[in-house]
């Protein structure tokens, strides 16, 4: 059966300090993977998807940078991290044959 | 802004009765998904369905979508304290390709 991780589960950062999560899916192979952002009581914001290893599309402009250094990992990265980058990051993956997505457990970023 | 749009916002009912979500979106899509999160933890899938599809149930979950509407709905019936939770509608619309978007979500509580 497929899992997904993710780590780690809170971090606590200064602004401007650098910030490396990792997503990791496991009994899959070249799955799709997305990274999602959360803040406080609202919807999902997609950050970046990945179709295949070094194939990254960001939606939106950011602070941030992903990238998808073998099949079954994805990195969401920043050299400096921003106040407004605090929330909760969720990965995703989603397999050729399916529609829905199957989400990590997140992780709790707050920049101070 | 987002494709889909639930209402309402929050719903609070007693153990036993039944919780209905609505979601609203804006094109054409080629399917509609509910989701789960419990607080502070990742999204579960709940149900699909597919564009071409009227109506759909799981369990005690019953979802319907109306496309000449664009809306949809998730009734919840004989809920119970563990349905507690926030309910995402995410929506395939037919430009985006491998993506979803997610709408701000229903906070439900169910009071035992």
């Known amino acids: 059966s497929q899992t997904i991780h993710q780590w780690p589960a809170t971090l606590v950062q200064p602004v401007g300090s650098p910030l490396s999560l990792e997503c990791t899916v496991e009994?899959?192979?070249?799955?799709?993977l997305y990274w999602y952002r959360q803040a406080a009581g609202r919807g999902l914001q997609l950050l970046f998807y990945?179709?295949?290893?070094?194939?990254i599309s960001s939606e939106v402009p950011q602070n941030l940078s992903a990238s998808r250094p073998q099949d079954r990992q994805f990195i969401l990265s920043s050299k400096k991290l921003l106040l407004s980058d605090s929330g909760f990051y969720l990965c995703?993956?989603?397999?050729?044959?399916?529609?829905?997505?199957?989400f990590g457990p997140g992780t709790r970023l707050t920049v101070l | 802004s987002q494709q889909g749009e639930e209402d309402p916002q929050a719903l609070s009912i007693q153990e036993g009765e039944n919780a209905t979500m609505n979601c609203s979106y804006k094109?054409?899509?080629?399917?509609l998904q509910w989701y789960r999160q419990n607080s502070g933890r990742g999204l579960v899938h709940l149900i699909l369905?597919?564009?071409?599809?009227r109506e759909k149930h799981s369990g005690r979950l019953r979802v319907t979508l109306d496309t000449s509407k664009k809306s949809s709905s998730l009734l919840i019936t004989a809920s119970r304290a563990a349905d507690t939770a926030s309910y995402f509608c995410?929506?395939?619309?037919?430009?985006?390709?491998?993506?979803?978007?997610f709408g701000a979500g229903t906070i439900l509580r169910v009071k035992s």
């Open positions: 094109t054409s899509i080629n399917n």
């Open positions: 990945s179709v295949g290893i070094g194939q």
């Open positions: 995410a929506t395939a619309p037919m430009e985006y390709g491998n993506k979803l978007v």
């Open positions: 369905i597919r564009s071409n599809e």
């Open positions: 995703a993956w989603r397999g050729d044959s399916y529609n829905e997505q199957f």
């Open positions: 009994g899959t192979s070249n799955p799709n």
